[in-house]
């Protein structure tokens, strides 16, 4: 296919050719290619735009760290995603993929202007540039700024694919597969310990996969690597994740793992999850997370063809690509030396290796020397030219004292760089682990570590291959030792090692000016040298601000190539050591990580619990209308032909006050509590009296918060001395239970009573209306139901329709109600039961607008609507619920406070509007005098607000300061449009004498 | 009697070759127990099962079953036809041993889960450690949002006890599970 695949080389499968497409554009790569490899065997270095210059960028490396090389991949309706690496990318048959950040293409992009403008966007260039004049911020640069702004395209539709998750848990969990974490996870599953080995990549191996000339106890090195796979395979105790990145470490060793199931399928099985979750809590964790290698900073170093030594190496020996022809290298480390031998053994025509080092170890120059390389120790590169392609290098000596002497250019299509390598701590570092300075290495270390975690290889900064395979090995046997089990480092022979050093440099030198060059540090925020230098003469010295500053290392790589060099830059401006400079704090994820993936099977019906009721499969049946009320969904209202829901509601409340409604109330929340203490407990809990209250009756209940305010009512009925059946609101269910768990665990634990949610044992239907003791009457057995026998608030066990109830004579609507209990599984059968028999007096299903309408028409509040957790009893106008004589209750202290007894506290009242016909807002503020300034001083507002069609006008229930004392003066209410006079009146607006309810 | 509704009756989850089954356990009776110390024996010789002390033990006699599952909290389940018995010897029980006997048979359902891959799919969404979980220990515990009481029947059996109302949420849950457990992916 292409002169840049060397058949001999590599670990994808030469034959198996798979076809893709790149802006359009179709190509071969092989099976095991990634887009990065399948490219440049291609001979494509070109595949973006860079964010603020619009420069042309190539591919920097081959692994997760990839700043530059961004695409959009797209596979179909919704399977659009933009930014993901090329380099991690795998290929398949198929793949569509587009560059990105350019228009109108990415070899002529107009966005170009903006680098020949670079001085506009230096460092902070959003504060400076874009301050004058003034009036122009909102109209021309936000939205310019906004326009260019972002990597990428977003997608527009819901994403089709779906998430799992899953929790895992084991003794050691062992992040990253190089030589060090697979001795680590060899040696702990030898000991018969849970392991659990993670890596990113679609493989085992890590930078094993680059070195095949390496020899381990006697086998080459990928012999070596599939004999460890093959054990691990085996071992039953051994979970092995690929493709699965570690992107978080959290709290007690508890690690996110983000596992990649079907990005790279060429099909998509049907529903299959794309990417899954893994929560894992570890009792020992190994972080082997390798190491990034440093780019070196000089003028140009961004053009496509440049890119990191050890990356070209990887590409050679792991895909079998040559990313040129012709190459020269630059570097400041040994590791870029056998890259180029490599290159140079498999037909590359290497020009030269500039090495900044004046003295580089004999044995690398007579190697170099053997293959034709021109070595030139103690130079510089000060330049590289070619459009969208590196065509030449500028190199120049650099005396011992650092002067610069004259350049020569060296022809080359590649040019590979080392400036040494970064150890991958980034991990450790979530767990606010403290990383050491090594001056020495110029690097940091992990320090002292905060959780049962270890760190061994070249993440720990070991990078020979033994040291790596042995602190591996120590690092597995002790994990799984401290785990609780058995376990001994192996040994390891290493063939054909050579021992890396290299120097750490900040921005190479140069004969230029070096205000106009262009040495990017941060690849893909478009950050250069001088930008940061900028900053520090700007007065930032610390590099939190110098980061924020100039936005380097808040990419979405998080500065993974351009941290150190950064640093190194600013600690060198400030003129103070790097540690005193300060490191960013890493935050999770490690690399990018979908929504999707967090959300897991949290969307679509699963987003949330749906609470359903046994009857609201009869409700959905019989067209009802839901609302949600808290988890549960709750029938509205039941809308008739044609009806809209203000139609609706006036028939449900008609029917109801007619004849007869029947209304799901199963979602109450249900407390049994039983004891012998079961009465002095609820005496504490709520502010009436209960001491008295006999069995067989109901009373309500109100129950506050320490601090006196209104929490939560319902009715309570005595079942017996000990046993009371405790109705709570619907969303204060749990609440309430809870609260109640908690003051007699902590407050009361002498009282012998205790609690049993039964909200979900009952199915609760309410019947109200005149005729709805005409209906059970024939129903019920063992219940004398006789107002004399079974008066309002009364209480009672027997049966209905032949199943136990418990029945409760009890109205939220004003009318003769009962409410029945039954066990749910019945709920459905008795309610059709009911319906059926009630057909002879038009019963007629209501939903919870019409229950909230009735109840207002009463008076009645709900709690969580007329009150806001700033209401006394008093202030409710519910004094008459509490029990004066009782020694305490919760809240009856805050009640006596100065501030709880001022005459202008907010109080519930009534409101009829001038206009019966107006329907004020539920939430509208009111004034006393509409003719005030503005801003007008607001004494209330409108809590409760309906039609009411019992009345035939409509009605409102407000908090107005100081309101009872101002009934029947008037009042404003100003809305869109139209400003309502509104009256104060009482807080019950039908059958005041209760007439209705005790018939 | 009228007819009962069971949410997710007859539903039914399976990947072949016992991997994975899951389905709606049959009704049962069952009581929450909360009784203090001394009362505790007492109240196991009542139910006819010695009742386990130890939080996340259970104890079975027959088709009883009790699980500890709180310092004084404990659900008993019996087959349906028990249920007024146990009710009637309880409250004999009460004048001298005071405790709270309710009856929840109808607030939960069970759902079985079963197979060689039942431990996997219930860690899609319950974050306990189920390799430390002995065979007859049961625990309340969450799966997602909804809590439940996770009881290990068996070495490849469990059976989740539920609230009705968060029961569909957990099956939906449990089939996303399937469908992967079935692709083997």
Redesign the interface.
């Known amino acids: 296919m292409s002169t840049y695949r060397v058949a001999a080389k590599g670990r994808i499968d030469q034959s198996r050719p798979v076809h893709f497409t790149f802006n359009g554009e179709r190509f071969e790569g092989r099976k095991g290619d990634t887009l990065a490899s399948a490219l440049l065997a291609n001979g494509v270095h070109l595949v973006g735009r860079s964010f603020k210059y619009h420069r042309p960028r190539g591919i920097l490396s081959a692994g997760s760290e990839e700043p530059n090389a961004l695409v959009g991949v797209s596979r179909g309706v919704g399977r659009s995603e933009p930014n993901t690496r090329a380099t991690v990318l795998e290929v398949f048959e198929g793949l569509n993929t587009v560059s990105q950040n350019h228009w109108p293409s990415l070899k002529r992009d107009v966005g170009t202007i903006n680098d020949a403008f670079y001085m506009l966007f230096s460092a902070g260039f959003y504060y400076k540039t874009f301050m004058w004049p003034k009036s122009f911020w909102n109209k021309v640069y936000e939205p310019f700024i906004r326009g260019a702004a972002g990597l990428g395209k977003s997608p527009s539709v819901p994403d089709p694919d779906?998430y799992?998750?899953?929790?895992?848990?084991c003794d050691v969990l062992v992040v990253g597969s190089g030589p060090a974490g697979l001795a680590a996870a060899l040696e702990a599953g030898r000991s018969g310990a849970?392991i659990i080995l993670v890596d990113e990549q679609a493989e085992l191996g890590g930078s094993l996969l680059s070195e095949p000339a390496a020899g381990i106890n006697g086998q080459p090195a990928w012999q070596w690597l599939e004999t460890a796979a093959d054990e691990l395979a085996a071992s039953k105790n051994v979970t092995v994740l690929t493709r699965t990145t570690a992107i978080g470490y959290y709290h007690e060793n508890f690690l996110g793992l983000c596992q990649r199931?079907?990005d790279h399928l060429e099909t998509l099985?049907e529903?299959?999850?794309r990417e899954?979750m893994w929560?894992v809590?570890a009792r020992q964790v190994v972080l082997a997370q390798g190491s990034i290698e440093k780019p070196l900073v000089f003028d140009g170093n961004d053009r496509p063809g440049v890119m990191l030594a050890g990356s070209a190496r990887t590409f050679l020996n792991r895909y079998g690509v040559k990313v040129g022809n012709r190459a020269v290298v630059v570097t400041s480390h040994d590791s870029a030396w056998l890259a180029a031998i490599n290159l140079a053994e498999a037909g590359v025509k290497v020009s030269a290796i500039i090495d900044i080092r004046a003295s580089v170890p004999y044995h690398l120059v007579d190697l170099a020397k053997a293959h034709g390389i021109e070595v030139l120790t103690g130079w510089t590169v000060t330049g590289t030219s070619g459009r969208l392609r590196v065509s030449s290098v500028r190199v120049n000596p650099v005396t011992a004292g650092g002067k610069v002497g004259r350049a020569r250019n060296i022809a080359c299509d590649t040019l590979l760089m080392c400036g040494g390598w970064t150890p991958s701590v980034h991990l450790f570092s979530h767990t606010k682990g403290k990383l050491d300075w090594n001056e020495e290495r110029q690097m940091f270390l992990p320090g002292a570590p905060t959780e049962e975690t270890r760190c061994a290889g070249a993440g720990n900064g070991v990078f020979g291959l033994l040291d790596a395979l042995k602190e591996g090995a120590f690092a597995g046997a002790s994990a799984a030792t401290d785990a609780g089990f058995k376990a001994k480092a192996g040994d390891y022979q290493i063939e054909g090692e050579i021992a890396c050093t290299g120097i750490s440099v900040k921005e190479l030198p140069t004969d230029r000016n070096s205000s106009s060059a262009k040495a990017f540090v941060d690849f893909q925020n478009d950050v250069t040298a001088k930008d940061i230098r900028l900053a520090v003469r700007e007065g930032f010295q610390s590099i939190e601000h110098i980061k924020r500053y100039t936005t380097t290392g808040m990419a979405t790589d998080q500065g993974k190539t351009s941290n150190i060099n950064g640093l190194a830059i600013a600690s060198d401006a400030v003129r103070r050591p790097t540690p005193a400079v300060g490191l960013t704090t890493f935050r999770p994820p490690y690399t990018p990580t979908t929504f999707g993936a967090f959300a897991g099977?949290?969307r679509g019906?699963?987003f949330?619990?749906?609470?359903?009721?046994?009857i609201d499969?009869w409700a959905e049946q019989n067209g009802a209308v839901f609302e949600p009320v808290s988890?549960?969904r709750r029938a509205w209202y039941f809308p008739e032909r044609g009806e809209d829901m203000h139609q609706s509601v006036a028939r449900e409340c008609k029917a109801t006050r007619q004849s007869l409604g029947i209304f799901d109330a199963s979602t109450l929340g249900k407390i049994?509590i039983?004891?012998?203490d079961a009465a002095e407990f609820i005496n504490r809990m709520y502010t009436n009296a209960w001491s008295k209250l006999a069995p067989g009756r109901l009373r309500y209940g109100l129950l506050l918060g320490e601090d006196g305010f209104i929490r939560d009512d319902g009715v309570i009925g005595r079942l017996s001395t000990?046993r009371f059946h405790v109705t709570t609101t619907t969303g204060g269910a749990a609440r309430v239970l809870a609260t109640m768990e908690d003051y007699l665990q902590t407050e009361w634990p002498d009282l012998?009573?205790?609690?049993?949610?039964?909200?979900?044992?009952?199915a609760v239907i309410a019947l109200n209306g005149p005729n709805a003791r005409q209906l059970i009457e024939p129903l019920v057995e063992g219940i004398d139901l006789s107002n004399q026998a079974f008066p309002h608030m009364s209480v009672a066990e027997g049966n209905i329709?032949?199943?136990p109830t418990r029945l409760f004579r009890v109205s939220f609507t004003g009318e003769l109600g009962f409410e029945i209990n039954v066990?749910?599984?019945?709920?459905?059968?008795?309610w059709e039961?009911l319906y059926e028999a009630g057909r002879q007096y038009d019963i007629t299903p209501y939903g919870t607008e019409a229950m909230h309408v009735m109840r207002a028409e009463k008076g009645y509040i709900i709690v969580g609507q007329d009150t806001d957790g700033t209401l006394t009893p008093d202030d409710a106008g519910l004094g008459w619920a509490i029990g004066k004589a009782k020694p305490d209750f919760v809240g009856k202290r805050s009640l006596t406070r100065s501030d709880m007894l001022k005459a202008d506290r907010k109080q519930l009242v009534g409101l009829m509007t001038r206009d019966p016909k107006t329907v004020l807002e539920e939430g509208a503020h009111i004034v006393a005098d509409p003719n005030q300034p503005v801003p007008m001083k607001m004494i209330g507002h409108v809590t409760s607000s309906y039609w009411s069609e019992a009345l035939g006008r409509s009605i409102a229930l407000a908090v107005i300061e100081g309101g009872r004392a101002r009934e029947g003066q008037t009042v404003h209410v100003p809305m869109p449009g139209k400003t309502h006079q509104a009256e104060i009146t009482g807080m019950v607006f039908f059958d005041p004498e209760n007439e209705r309810l005790n018939a | 009697m009228l007819q009962q509704y069971r949410p997710l009756d007859g539903s039914r989850i399976a990947v072949p070759d016992s991997v994975l089954g899951i389905e709606m356990a049959d009704d049962c009776t069952r009581f929450n127990l909360r009784i203090a110390g001394t009362g505790i024996a007492p109240a196991g010789k009542v139910f006819g099962v010695t009742l386990p002390k130890v939080i996340g033990q259970t104890a079975a006699s027959g088709d009883k079953l009790a699980l500890c599952l709180g310092p004084d909290e404990w659900q008993l389940m019996a087959p349906l036809d028990e249920r007024d018995r146990i009710e009637a010897a309880f409250a004999a029980l009460y004048a001298k041993v005071p405790h709270s006997l309710v009856d929840i048979s109808h607030r939960e359902v069970g759902i079985v889960v079963e197979g060689s891959a039942a431990a996997v799919a219930l860690c899609s969404a319950c974050p306990l450690d189920l390799d430390e979980m002995p065979v007859g220990a049961a625990t309340r515990t969450i799966f997602d949002k909804a809590q439940i009481v996770l009881i290990r029947q068996g070495r490849d059996s469990f059976r989740i006890e539920v609230w009705q109302s968060f029961a569909d949420h957990v099956w939906g849950i449990l089939q996303a599970a399937g469908r992967e457990i079935t692709l083997e992916i």
């Open positions: 779906t799992a998750s899953r929790y895992a848990h849970k199931v079907t099985p529903g299959a999850p899954r929560r809590r099977y949290t019906s699963l949330e619990v749906t609470r359903k009721t046994a499969g988890l549960w049994e039983v004891g012998p000990d012998k009573v205790w609690l049993t949610s039964t909200t979900e044992q009952w329709c032949g199943v066990p749910s599984r019945y709920g459905r059968a008795v039961a």
